[in-house]
Structure formats: structure tokens, C-alpha cells
């Protein structure tokens, strides 16, 4: 098995989760396109990695979350806003097992049973979670949400800058008020 040293979140990427090699430690299951692989870090060292490629971090990203969405439980996150790229979890993010589904990803779902979903995939991928539908989907639609609200919040009003007629005069001078200014 080809074992990736690092990976960056992109486009592509369907989902992620926790997985234990041949040897016993935790890496990252990854299937981006039609392709899947495993990847030498955890899952939450994955998105910390590529959240700091991105000027942000895993922590960062939740406590943002949290602004927008309130005080809710297993937040999703905003990866990449410019290329849409949202992830949300099924489990606590300490949890070794816990998916990352990317939002843009998820088709449509489908109950098999008391709490069994299948998810429908981009690239024909489907994947079978030990979670009741009706879960997994507030946790879609707290993606949604969040990608919304920050989507909105990202396109604030455009602000001019106009010169004034009249500049200021600033001198630096000695003491606690060191600014004098004069217009």
C-alpha cells in the first residue's frame, strides 16, 4: 500500500478518516476523485496542515464556526471559502474514526435502517455510516449554513477611501501626549 507523506486538502477531495496501517498507526483514508489512499497523518493533522497553508488553523476554523453557527456540537469548518471547500464530521473530531464529508460532495442519502445512512457521492462513491439519516443531515445542513453565512459575510459592502480636502499636521513632541495635531 502507497503511503502519502502529506495531502492537502483540494477540489477533489470527497471525504477523509481516520484508518490504521499494516503497522498499527493512524493515518488518514482520503478518496479524492475516483481515487483513494492512505495518508501518514491523522485526519485532524491533515486539516490543520492545509488550513495553514491557508493562513488559518483547525482551532481557528471552529472557534469561527462557533461565532456564526453558536455553540453547536461537532462544527463544521471552512477549509477553503474562494473554492467552496467545506468539510462537516459524523463524530467528535477526537474521535480516531470520524468522517470529514466535503459538503460539495454529498449527492443525496438514503436510510437503511434504525442508524445506518448510505451517502451518495461525487465519482459514483457511495459510503455506509452507522448514523440515523435524519443526523447526518443537520450536520449537512449546518455546512450549509455556515458556508452561507460566511459566503455573505465575505461579500460585505465596498468601501472608497476619499481624499480629504484639508491634510492634518502631526508633530511628535516630549511626554505623555506626545501627538500634537493640528488641521
Known amino acids: 500500500m502507497n503511503l502519502l507523506r502529506d495531502y492537502k486538502i483540494n ?3 470527497v ?5 490504521y496501517n499494516e503497522n498499527g498507526k493512524l493515518c488518514t483514508r482520503i478518496i479524492e476523485g475516483e481515487e483513494t489512499f492512505l495518508v501518514d497523518m491523522k485526519p485532524i493533522d491533515v486539516i490543520n496542515s492545509t488550513m495553514l497553508t491557508l493562513g488559518s488553523d483547525f482551532n481557528a476554523g471552529r472557534k469561527s464556526s462557533r461565532e456564526i453557527l453558536g455553540d453547536i456540537y461537532m462544527c463544521p469548518i471552512k477549509i477553503n471559502c474562494n473554492l467552496g471547500i467545506w468539510l462537516f464530521p459524523t463524530k ?6 470520524c468522517i470529514w464529508f466535503s459538503l460539495t460532495h454529498v449527492k443525496k442519502t438514503k436510510s437503511l435502517g434504525i442508524r445506518k445512512t ?18 447526518f443531515n ?11 453565512e460566511m459566503t455573505k459575510n465575505s461579500q460585505g459592502m465596498m468601501t472608497f477611501y476619499i481624499e480629504p480636502k484639508k491634510g492634518l499636521s502631526i508633530r511628535e513632541g516630549e511626554g505623555i501626549n506626545r501627538y500634537r495635531i493640528r488641521k
Open 92 to 97: 467528535s473530531y477526537n474521535d480516531e474514526f
Open 15 to 19: 471525504l477523509l478518516t481516520g484508518e
Open 118 to 135: 448510505e451517502v451518495y457521492l461525487s465519482f459514483n462513491h457511495t459510503f455506509v455510516i452507522n448514523m440515523k439519516e435524519s443526523k
Open 138 to 148: 443537520q450536520r449537512k445542513q449546518a455546512a450549509k449554513e455556515l458556508r452561507d
Open 11 to 13: 477540489q477533489e477531495t
